[in-house]
């Protein structure tokens, strides 16, 4: 299982991006077998759509889990398409806090209720 986490730069000691679309990063962890890559966020310039084209980007690596700051609406849609679930980064301040709490069931998972998110 892959889960993503908006990052500003490389590895587990990056600060969390607070933006989804336009996030600098996505650093993936295999849960599996705890292999750490981060990516570059090719959507984060594009003039208009970069939820949409972030998450096909994730879903391109196999990504189960999204850890996400806020989604926009297009971005929503497009997790519920590709089957990626999102769940909250909290307060926490570095990629590896957020994988810490994830980890420690922490984290609250976004749902939609009669087309409400809900944490």
Not at 29 to 47: G, P, Q, S
Not at 69 to 96: C, N, R
Request: glycine share 8%.
């Amino acid at each position: 299982m892959k889960i993503s986490i908006c990052s500003k730069k490389t590895g587990l000691d990056s600060l969390l991006d607070e933006r989804f679309g336009r996030a600098e990063n996505f650093t993936i962890v295999d849960l599996d077998t705890n292999i750490v890559e981060t990516i570059e966020n090719t959507a984060k310039n594009d003039a208009s759509g970069a939820g949409g084209e972030a998450v096909r980007i994730l879903s391109k690596h196999d990504v189960n889990i999204a850890v996400v700051p806020h989604l926009g609406p297009k971005a929503e849609k497009a997790m519920e398409a590709f089957e990626i679930k999102t769940v909250s980064q909290g307060d926490y301040k570095s990629v590896g806090e957020v994988l810490e709490a994830y980890k420690a069931g922490k984290l609250k998972e976004i749902v939609k209720i009669n087309g409400l998110t809900r944490l």
